[in-house]
């Protein structure tokens, strides 16, 4: 219990960092505290069911910036990826809801199965994963982590503020043409 609630605390701390850190904009307003206070608590409740870490935009730039070896997921829509994504990721899209069903969490056309997701992810399941998707309050991440973890992996990271913070953060990425 004291490591649920330590846990919990953890991911209050860094949620409401993350999102006190950015503008958090809806329909060119800033959210009022309460919508923050209820995406924070989200988050914090993700984390705990999902069972993996959170790392903020600046933690993994600098792992990027270091060559850290680590597996790098954009949990987006294929045709949200091409519009930008961080320069290393692999796409394999999510739904934003988890259902606990593989043919209803993943969101790519045609249907991917649990072997490819395996494929990208690695043999090593104490191998550093990131993943990410459009913003915090973005749950195809959430899914993206839990999946893992679901599969065995140890060392998963979720990054809430996805490609919305790292491009307000300045980093450069990529686009598809």
Request: aromatic share 10%; with cysteine.
């Amino acid at each position: 219990m004291k490591n649920i609630l330590s846990q919990l605390l953890k991911s209050l701390l860094i949620g409401s960092f993350l999102l006190s850190s950015s503008i958090t904009m809806a329909d060119d307003k800033m959210l009022n505290e309460n919508d923050v206070q209820q995406i924070a608590i989200n988050l914090a409740n993700q984390t705990i069911k999902g069972g993996y870490k959170l790392i903020s935009i600046k933690q993994l730039k600098q792992m990027i910036d270091r060559g850290e070896d680590f597996v790098l997921i954009d949990a987006h829509p294929r045709r949200e990826f091409v519009q930008g994504y961080i320069d290393g990721a692999t796409n394999f899209g999510f739904q934003s809801k988890r259902s606990g069903e593989w043919n209803k969490d993943i969101d790519i056309k045609g249907g991917a199965t649990q072997a490819q997701f395996r494929e990208i992810l690695g043999s090593d399941k104490n191998r550093k994963i990131v993943v990410y998707c459009g913003f915090t309050k973005c749950g195809r991440s959430h899914n993206a982590a839990w999946w893992a973890k679901f599969m065995g992996y140890t060392n998963v990271y979720r990054a809430p503020g996805g490609i919305t913070g790292w491009k307000d953060a300045g980093y450069p990425y990529k686009t598809v043409k």
